[in-house]
């Protein structure tokens, strides 16, 4: 692949990286690489930023939703899962909306990691009032209302 098309994949991947969070976080998040593995934080641009989330079938949002639910189906990635978690709440998407991926994906990954993602996720929340909002987890449930029942 050319150098020219690399720095297209990461110019843009970096534009949409910094969609998913506050400059803080994301250079913070890039700097932890700097030290030790420079070429993975360029990877990680490139690749997951630049080409997958480039990609047209999904929204961001959509996108976001699914990472939450393959970050908490996996384990083991908690630190991932925070970053992520964030980053659905800069995208926009309510926190009633984050634990209710986790709840679903107890059917697929089992109790232990989706109490683990919820665990995680109350810590992100706890963290960024400002982007948790005010309704908290006391809100209603939108898989509640009438006009939604299955």
């Given at each position: 692949m050319s150098a020219e098309r690399e720095s297209e994949r990461y110019t843009e991947g970096l534009r949409l990286l910094r969609q998913l969070?506050?400059?803080?976080?994301?250079?913070?998040?890039?700097?932890?690489?700097?030290q030790h593995a420079p070429d993975l934080g360029t990877y990680v641009v490139e690749f997951v930023c630049g080409d997958l989330l480039r990609r047209p079938g999904?929204?961001?949002?959509?996108?976001?939703?699914?990472?939450?639910?393959?970050?908490?189906?996996?384990?083991?990635?908690?630190?991932?899962?925070?970053?992520?978690?964030?980053?659905?709440?800069?995208?926009?998407?309510s926190t009633q909306e984050i634990i209710a991926v986790f709840i679903h994906a107890t059917a697929y990954a089992g109790f232990p990691r989706a109490v683990t993602a919820v665990a995680v996720a109350g810590k992100?929340?706890?963290?960024?009032?400002?982007?948790?909002?005010?309704?908290?987890?006391?809100?209603?449930?939108?898989?509640?209302?009438?006009?939604?029942?299955?």
């Open positions: 969070g506050d400059p803080t976080t994301v250079d913070g998040f890039l700097s932890a690489f700097t999904l929204s961001l949002r959509e996108k976001e939703l699914v990472t939450l639910t393959a970050l908490a189906c996996q384990g083991g990635a908690e630190g991932v899962l925070a970053l992520h978690v964030k980053a659905a709440l800069y995208l926009g998407i992100v929340f706890a963290e960024n009032p400002e982007l948790a909002g005010t309704a908290g987890l006391d809100a209603e449930d939108p898989d509640r209302r009438e006009d939604e029942q299955l």
